[in-house]
């Protein structure tokens, strides 16, 4: 800040009261002065001669403050007014000129309030129901995914399966056909060789009627010759052989594919992914609207407890290279980490000098943490890594995940463990390493063999050790013990409750940014309700709040709440570290 009234209203709580010296929470509005103002001032405001006039109004029905710009015509003269003939916006003075004669006019402050409440309401539409709704979608694809993998792979298996049967089959039909043709070539070999059998028995006769013959040729014995009458036997009779005849099989590919089967799309019109209406979202904004008046109208009116439900800007820091930061980890030296949408990560110093910027595949959650030694550890979903970068900057594999997919990581301040929390398929877990990414430790199920978590969206840990996981399908913070054994859930004060970024105090409250109702919610170590920390939305440039615990500031540890605020984040206390 530049000057001194500067630094004095960044060093203010956000909701006091507007009078100089007067601290009290400035629950009304001037609209005229443009200031909060206390009940006690509010009453002192309307009695005064010169603002009685004034309109003031419930903090939350203010009218927003129109920004200031110069006429182009008259530059000391502010434009506070709009033209309805002209459509144009202009100052007082240039309502009086001849081409404006007759003409209507409005506040023009009556209409950026009114516009204000539009984009106000399309804003918080975006934020409420557009942007969770769309990603709950995708994690319905994510599990779609997932699910097509399983079927498809199953489909694989059992066409592998169907193709080994039956090629099982065809080889042994294949086996009998052969063994078949070796018998019947036993079968007709024995027929021949019994065949020349017989020819060799009839050559031996003949040869024997040859001698007889020649002894009755011979002259000395003509009387035989003429005693004896010779007849030869005939020449045995044998059968040609008949060979098998091999009939090939007549079959197609249609054919094949009747065998096997095959895999096709069925003839079923997709069913469209299921939304609620926007109307009915805004029916419960209203009602979660009302519900949060009357909590913080109880507090209002009995405090018990020396907390702050509201928050003093501590820093500010400029990141640049990163629009609408969604979580920020900070090292010792009050270096400052923060990620975005689009997957940047940028280290800053205090002065907003960027020290590193990465691109990474995160686009959401907690995923990244500085260590004791004041090194970086990053997931990279993708790749089932975590990643580290020492002071040195060199980028480090550190950790592989196997077939669980990484979606949150914290480092302990407390021993330096490493707490990851994981997802595979549709089941979830959070695993401890120690310094040096050694397993020590896997938290999945409670003693009745329930899961504890369903997605692990951020994950930190409490001064008595307990692990606190900002659940974001369960929409409720669930805390077990260093044990693993599940200690209790808290699902928020409402029935819309998405419960994100997370942290705890040198107390052991736990600090969880709902980002459904853009609040903080305050809850002992023990999962009693609190209170709640409200956020001034008036500016803007307001995009998003998210936790972290700060490791050093001012000698302590102490959570902050982080909000986005165009080019530059927010460090801001919350009030609860302090009794």
């Given at each position: 800040m530049?000057?001194?009234?500067?630094?004095q209203?960044?060093?203010?709580?956000y909701?006091?009261?507007?009078?100089?010296?007067?601290k009290?929470?400035?629950?009304?509005?001037?609209?005229d002065?443009?200031?909060?103002?206390?009940e006690?001032?509010?009453d002192?405001?309307l009695?005064?001669?010169?603002t009685?006039?004034h309109e003031?109004?419930v903090?939350r029905?203010?009218?927003h403050?129109?920004p200031?710009?110069?006429?182009k015509?008259?530059?000391?003269?502010?434009?506070?007014?709009?033209?309805?003939q002209c459509?144009?916006?202009?100052?007082?003075?240039?309502?009086?000129?001849k081409?404006?004669?007759?003409?209507k006019?409005?506040?023009?402050e009556d209409i950026?309030?009114e516009?204000y409440?539009?984009?106000?309401?399309?804003?918080?539409?975006i934020?409420?129901?557009f942007?969770?709704t769309?990603?709950?979608?995708?994690k319905?694809i994510?599990?779609?995914?997932?699910?097509?993998?399983?079927?498809?792979?199953?489909?694989?298996?059992?066409?592998?399966?169907?193709?080994e049967?039956?090629?099982?089959?065809?080889?042994?039909?294949?086996?009998?056909?052969i063994?078949q043709?070796?018998?019947?070539?036993?079968?007709?070999?024995?027929m021949?060789?019994?065949?020349e059998?017989t020819?060799?028995?009839?050559?031996?006769?003949?040869?024997?009627?040859?001698?007889?013959?020649q002894?009755?040729?011979?002259?000395?014995?003509?009387?035989l010759?003429?005693?004896?009458?010779?007849?030869?036997k005939?020449?045995?009779?044998?059968?040609?052989?008949v060979?098998?005849?091999?009939?090939?099989?007549?079959?197609?590919k249609?054919?094949?594919?009747?065998?096997?089967?095959k895999?096709s799309f069925?003839?079923?019109?997709p069913d469209?992914?299921?939304?609620?209406?926007?109307?009915?979202?805004s029916?419960?904004?209203?009602?979660?609207?009302?519900?949060?008046?009357?909590?913080?109208?109880k507090?209002n009116?009995?405090?018990?407890?020396?907390?702050s439900?509201s928050?003093?800007k501590?820093?500010?820091?400029?990141?640049?290279?990163?629009?609408?930061?969604?979580?920020?980890?900070?090292?010792?030296?009050?270096?400052l980490?923060?990620?975005?949408?689009?997957?940047?990560?940028?280290?800053?110093d205090?002065?907003?000098?960027?020290?590193?910027?990465?691109?990474t595949?995160?686009?959401?959650?907690g995923?990244?943490?500085?260590?004791?030694d004041e090194?970086?550890?990053?997931t990279?979903?993708s790749?089932?890594?975590?990643?580290?970068?020492?002071?040195?900057k060199?980028?480090?594999e550190?950790?592989?995940?196997?077939?669980?997919?990484p979606?949150?990581?914290?480092?302990?301040?407390i021993?330096g463990?490493?707490l990851?929390?994981?997802i595979?398929?549709?089941e979830?877990k959070?695993t401890?390493?120690?310094?040096?990414?050694?397993?020590i430790?896997?938290?999945?199920?409670?003693n009745?063999?329930?899961?504890?978590?369903k997605?692990?969206y951020y994950?930190t840990?409490?001064?008595?050790?307990?692990?606190?996981i900002?659940?974001?399908?369960?929409?409720a913070?669930?805390?077990?013990?260093?044990?693993?054994?599940?200690?209790?859930?808290?699902?928020?004060?409402s029935?819309?409750?998405?419960?994100?970024?997370i942290?705890?105090?040198?107390?052991?409250n736990?600090?969880?940014?709902?980002?459904f109702?853009?609040?903080?919610?305050?809850v002992?170590?023990?999962?009693?309700?609190?209170?709640?920390i409200?956020?001034?939305h008036q500016?803007s440039?307001?995009?998003?709040t998210?936790?972290?615990s700060v490791?050093?500031?001012?000698?302590?540890?102490?959570p902050?709440?982080?909000?986005?605020?165009?080019q530059?984040i927010?460090?801001?206390?919350n009030?609860?570290?302090t009794?």
């Open positions: 530049s000057d001194s009234s500067d630094e209203a960044a060093g203010q709580h909701l006091v009261c507007g009078t100089e010296d007067c009290e929470n400035g629950q009304f509005y001037c609209n002065c443009h200031r909060p103002l206390c006690q001032c509010r002192e405001h009695k005064n001669q010169e009685k006039i003031v109004v903090y029905q203010r009218k403050q129109l200031v710009e110069k006429c015509h008259y530059p000391t003269r502010n434009i506070d007014m709009f033209c309805k459509h144009i916006p202009l100052c007082s003075k240039c309502s009086t000129m081409e404006h004669d007759g003409h006019f409005d506040d023009l950026y309030t516009k409440e539009i984009w106000q309401g399309e804003f918080s539409k934020q409420r129901y942007l969770p769309t990603q709950n979608l995708k319905d994510k599990e779609d995914v997932a699910f097509v993998m399983k079927i498809m792979e199953n489909i694989r298996t059992s066409m592998k399966a169907e193709t049967t039956i090629t099982n089959l065809v080889v042994e039909v294949s086996m009998e056909n063994e043709t070796h018998t019947m070539e036993k079968t007709l070999l024995k021949l060789r019994s065949q059998t020819y060799d028995e009839y050559i031996a006769y003949l040869g024997k009627m040859t001698d007889e013959f002894d009755y040729l011979s002259l000395t014995n003509q009387n010759l003429f005693s004896q009458t010779i007849k030869i005939t020449i045995p009779e044998t059968t040609k052989p060979p098998p005849v091999f009939t090939a099989g007549q079959f197609n249609d054919d094949i594919t009747k065998l096997l089967g895999v069925p003839n079923i019109k469209i992914r299921k939304l609620d209406p926007v109307e009915a979202v029916t419960h904004m209203k009602f979660i609207e009302k519900h949060l008046e009357e909590i913080k109208e507090s009116v009995k405090q018990t407890l020396s907390l439900s928050v003093t501590i820093r500010e820091y400029r990141v640049p290279g990163v629009y609408r930061a969604r979580h920020v980890s900070v090292d010792q030296s009050d270096r980490w923060a990620s975005d949408w689009n997957g940047n990560l940028v280290q800053t205090q002065q907003g000098n960027v020290l590193q910027k990465i691109q595949s995160g686009t959401e959650g995923y990244h943490t500085v260590t004791q090194s970086l550890i990053y990279e979903r790749k089932r890594v975590i990643y580290r970068i020492p002071s040195d060199t980028i480090t550190f950790i592989k995940t196997g077939e669980w997919t979606l949150s990581i914290h480092s302990s301040q021993n463990d490493i990851v929390g994981m595979k398929d549709k979830a959070v401890r390493y120690n310094k040096t990414g050694k397993e430790q896997n938290i999945q199920m409670d009745q063999g329930h899961e504890l978590c997605y692990p994950i840990e409490n001064i008595n050790d307990d692990i606190c900002s659940d974001d399908i369960k929409s913070v669930v805390v077990v013990n260093k044990s693993g054994q599940y200690r209790f859930s808290y699902a928020g004060q029935r819309l409750f998405h419960p994100c970024g942290c705890t105090d040198i107390l052991g736990i600090l969880v940014c709902d980002c109702s853009e609040n903080i919610h305050l002992n170590q023990h999962g009693e309700y609190l209170s709640l409200h956020i001034n500016e440039m307001f995009r998003s998210f936790l972290s490791p050093s500031f001012l000698g302590k540890k102490i902050a709440v982080f909000v986005w605020m165009k530059t927010s460090m801001c206390d009030g609860t570290a009794q």
